[in-house]
């Protein structure tokens, strides 16, 4: 049985775009959270926990986008003439909040609350169309002869609609499990509070979603509740209910790194749970890896340079986020 490189690709884009996820999503819940915290001290606090690593968390989007270019070259045509437009909101998003946090604290006193709205809304945007276009895509994309079929608003529909909320709760409770594990004081008393609202809001969408999804599409009905596969998924919704437990338990007394363990493992089960309903189709309903793949030339020649510059990317990464660990005060950090 030789080697399948499509299936090695699908892992290695399915890890790329699960780091940044979870690298990314904190950093953007940060923003989403500042409606919440007026104090300009705490903000200044909040935007310098993630100051010397939030540039870097993007190297996974790029990954991810390259990766399915040359491996899957009809997924990265089809599925982004599909979500054009999201794509493209959701990038202006990321610009206007990288904009907003260098000249944030570059600018006067006056104008920063200027700023401030710039990256709470560069924040909600980029999240909420990133869910948007998670959900157009498990929605499904029509392709006719190998090409996108639909039209360009196929995406404004209750269902990618609800998933972009969904994605901002869940960046939401990133960024303040965060800030409880990187922050002291009143501003992580603040976040416990926050946290707790926010991992009830977080299920209510998990539940709808894991409802909503096998009643509108017949496949993933099939994948979930017929045997034996229910029984070898069942551990998803235990583990989901345990860590949820768990989450919240660990708010208790005086938190740290816990609560955002157990938001990372619920995102992880979230992230699993897409896969295994999608699983292999890489352009729902009806396109699969094998259908989508590049020749195997190209796949190998491309795997070759993935394989040598992970690493490295794993390395400096995980080098920042040691270097740059432990409680963040005020008055120290990025100016």
Same mark, same amino acid.
């Given at each position: 049985?030789?080697? !399948? ?36 001290? !705490? ?53 206007? /909040? ?12 006056? %104008?920063?609350?200027?700023? !401030?709205?710039?990256?709470?809304? $560069? ?21 006719? !002869?190998?090409?996108?079929?639909? $039209? ?54 998990? +539940?709808? +979603? ?7 599409? %017949?496949?993933?009905?099939? /994948? ?24 919240? /338990?660990?708010?208790?007394? %005086? ?76 008055? %120290? $950090?990025?100016?």
């Amino acid at each position: 049985m030789g080697i !399948d490189l499509s299936v090695i690709w699908m892992v290695l884009i399915f890890f790329g775009v699960m780091m940044y996820v979870v690298m990314d999503g904190f950093d953007l819940g940060i923003g989403i959270l500042f409606p919440f915290v007026p104090a300009e001290h !705490d903000r200044d606090v909040m935007m310098n926990t993630v100051a010397p690593v939030w540039d870097g968390n993007e190297t996974w989007l790029v990954l991810g986008g390259a990766a399915l270019m040359a491996a899957f070259p009809l997924v990265y045509s089809v599925v982004l003439s599909a979500l054009y437009l999201p794509l493209v909101f959701m990038l202006l998003g990321l610009i206007l /909040r990288g904009v907003a946090f260098e000249f944030r604290f570059k600018s006067h006193d006056h %104008e920063r609350h200027l700023w !401030d709205k710039a990256f709470i809304l $560069g924040s909600l945007s980029a999240s909420f169309f990133q869910g948007v276009a998670l959900g157009a895509y498990i929605q499904g994309i029509p392709v006719v !002869d190998r090409a996108f079929a639909g $039209g360009p608003f196929d995406w404004v529909a209750p269902f990618p609609l609800f998933t972009g909320l969904g994605v901002v709760v869940a960046y939401a409770l990133l960024g303040s499990t965060w800030l409880i594990l990187k922050t002291e004081g009143s501003l992580q008393a603040a976040m416990i509070r926050v946290t707790r609202p926010l991992l009830w809001v977080l299920l209510g969408f998990i +539940v709808a +979603v894991s409802v909503w999804t096998p009643l509108s599409q %017949e496949s993933i009905a099939r /994948r979930w509740f017929t045997l034996p596969n229910t029984i070898f998924f069942s551990p998803v919704p235990l583990l989901v209910a345990f860590f949820s437990l768990r989450l919240w /338990r660990s708010l208790q007394g %005086e938190p740290h790194a816990a609560p955002f363990l157990y938001v990372l493992g619920l995102v992880f089960l979230g992230y699993t749970g897409l896969g295994i309903s999608l699983w292999p189709m890489v352009i729902p309903p009806d396109v699969t890896l094998w259908d989508a793949a590049a020749p195997l030339q190209s796949q190998g020649f491309a795997l070759v340079g993935a394989l040598g510059i992970i690493p490295f990317i794993l390395m400096y990464t995980a080098w920042s986020y040691y270097v740059f660990r432990g409680k963040v005060r005020a008055g %120290e $950090g990025y100016h």
